[in-house]
């Protein structure tokens, strides 16, 4: 019996996930029983906070034998970051907006339209 296959940076999303649901620096066997996936392997876990510790996601601290992980950022500092280098990936960053702005639903559009306005 193996691993499930998961899309990918999905694992990384739970990880992510699971370090801001507690708010507190997490071993790696923490990580691995809050994921809650029997098949998962902790190793696999192990292998994922070190890759995002790499990219400077997470920071790492000694506790006892282990390291213990905590975000870098919040959850909205995460995605709005991803969300600028996105635009800055592409070449007609109006074009981007464009479109961006195009598929938010109604709420949403509203939301950014009163955080626009506020700036002015």
């Not at 995002?52 to 790492?60: E, I, P, Q, S």
């Not at 601290?61 to 969300?83: K, N, T």
């Amino acid at each position: 019996m193996g691993e499930r296959r998961r899309e990918h940076g999905a694992l990384e999303a739970e990880v992510m996930a699971a370090l801001w649901a507690q708010a507190r620096p997490m071993t790696a066997s923490e990580v691995h029983e809050a994921l809650g996936d029997p098949e998962l392997l902790a190793k696999t876990v192990l292998t994922v906070l070190g890759r995002l510790h790499a990219k400077g996601l997470l920071d790492r601290e000694r506790s006892g034998r282990a390291h213990a992980y905590a975000p870098r950022r919040g959850p909205a500092d995460e995605v709005a970051s991803q969300m600028n280098q996105a635009l800055a990936r592409g070449t007609d960053r109006a074009a981007i907006l464009q479109h961006f702005v195009a598929g938010l639903d109604p709420e949403d559009e509203r939301a950014l339209r009163d955080l626009l306005d506020t700036r002015e």
